[in-house]
């Protein structure tokens, strides 16, 4: 399974800061995602990302977030103005050969 | 709008029992059908299927998909408490998300 790491593990943030969430492939993929999983529901998709732009945002990809490959091999997601409804884990996946997409182990993310 | 329906939403067996899993879709552009073990955080892989009545097994695991009635069964036979998880079953839609459904909680008592 391709090896997927996710930094922080766990960010404590207040209202209104921005965060930066970083997820780091080991080795060269095309196709990123992020999702979210608020506790106790479902696994939500929020964006994906292809050949270094957006190709597909959910409605939860409000003007808030953003999505960036800075260096060509971090992807990070970008929250401007946290809420607290942004409490939830979140989780860069990537895919490989042609539909399996493999999950980092998560950014806890609590908004006080 | 996609969706995906997992049952049951929570199973308690004892050790060595059988389970299966059911997962429903409707999912547009639908290429494949996922499924997921959860532990404590992230989703692992298990499946993924793409044709219709072909069985995928890995050891004591097993699934398959019905794309007629937009369906797929996860099997665990002779189950242990290591399989004590969320498992989640995910339709990829046109190869640009994964649609989850709400999962099912199975809990293995020695």
Redo the contacts between chains.
Sequence with gaps: EPEVTQTPSHQVTQMGQEVILRCVPISNHLYFYWYRQILGQKVEFLVSFYNNEISEKSEIFDDQFSVERPDGSNFTLKIRSTKLEDSAMYFCAIKVGTDTQYFGPGTRLTVL | EDKVVQSPLSLVVHEGDTVTLNCSYEVTNF??L?W?KQEK?????LF?L?SSGIEKKSGRLSSILDKKELFSILNITATQTGDSAVY?C?G?EG?????????TRLTINP
């Design positions: 290429r494949s996922l997921y955080k992230a989703p692992t892989f993924m793409t989640l995910a990829d190869a640009q998300k994964l649609v989850f459904g709400q999962g």
